[in-house]
């Protein structure tokens, strides 16, 4: 990665060819060896990181002028901490342990917003930092020891700048083994599977026999092309998707009591069913396979003249799945009725169906805090309100 970066960014060759010890780690540029004094004036050895922004799948840019530091408090030769390095103390954890970041440092060119490239970034910062170590000590920055041996096992095929930046790599952390079946790819569930596919869960699995018309572009996202139209569903989201991540396997079929090879291995399910019957044979799949999931649904009428009614998103732990079955907060058998079987186009609800769904999700997973642990939310559209039943 890194001399592929070297090939396509000149700011970055530069530094290479320098001697800096670089390393790319995710979505960090890693520059090591950097000498500083302590508060001793004794030489130690850090390293300076700024976060990579990504133009396309190569070329990078700033994300703004500062940078991180891993080492404690660099000093001058006057045995002070030096001035104007502001900043503060943080914790970004990367890949390798081998550098720790402990700090960031924010100094900002004269007269300017920002640095031109990363050459003139580094070169700044390493002549504030390392200047004291180098004439005292003689210290030299320039080892000429890059590392373009950190293996990443991020699903994504480009760089997952986001989580960069919101320095929230640890968080993100808690979706790598986690493999989710999203079964029915219908409005909620085609959203759901958008907000997974940008989701570092190792791999996402989707099942729908349906094929794609043109009314399912009015309640899912992204764009529609014509040659989409009248393919399955699943073959569908698979082109549009296949080029951002890995670990994306999307089948046209029907998930029903038989389907226990197809779910060997999931980790969580999302069932996303209009129709009972079906959604009475996954519950029991789901159940004796042992896999936690939820549920979502919603009940619509026209009693007032407009929509009214409720989202839903139900979870079935893999110590209560049967127990809250039992509390037929789901409907688990054909209402003819139904009025969202009448392709109501409701884009936003589906979406925010999805949204309550992943958001329970992730907050199971400890992405997000869980205060009270609800297995039962319901949000009525009609004023707005979640409510939730918990244990």
Known sequence: MLIELANHNDDIRRLLEKGYALRVDGSYLVVRDIPYLDSQRALQVGAIVTILV?????????????????????????GKPIPNLGGGVVNVPLSKNDVVIERSFSNKPTNRNGFTDFFEKIESYVRIISGPAIELHGANPLTFRIDTDVVTDSPFKFQDSLTARAEIGDLAAVFKQEVVAVIGLGGTGAYLLDFLVKTPVKEIR???????????AYRSPGKLT???????KADVYQGRYDNFRNGLILRKKYIDKSSADDLAGVTFAFVCVDKGSARAEIFDLLISLGIPFIDVGMGLNRKQGPLS??????????????????MGLAEVVDDPDDIYRRNVQIAELNALNACIAMIRYKQ?????VDDNAAYHLLMNVANLRIFTESK
């Open 54 to 78: 990504p133009i396309d799948k190569y070329r990078m840019q700033q994300s703004n002028h500062e940078v991180y530091f891993a080492g404690s408090v660099p000093y001058g030769l006057d």
């Open 206 to 216: 989707g099942f729908d026999g349906d094929v794609y018309h043109v009314h399912n």
């Open 226 to 232: 014509e040659d989409e139209l009248d393919k399955g």
């Open 309 to 326: 009614g409720t989202i839903r998103a139900t979870y079935y732990g893999t110590d209560n799945a049967a127990e809250v079955k039992a």
């Open 364 to 368: 199971l997973r400890g992405f997000y």
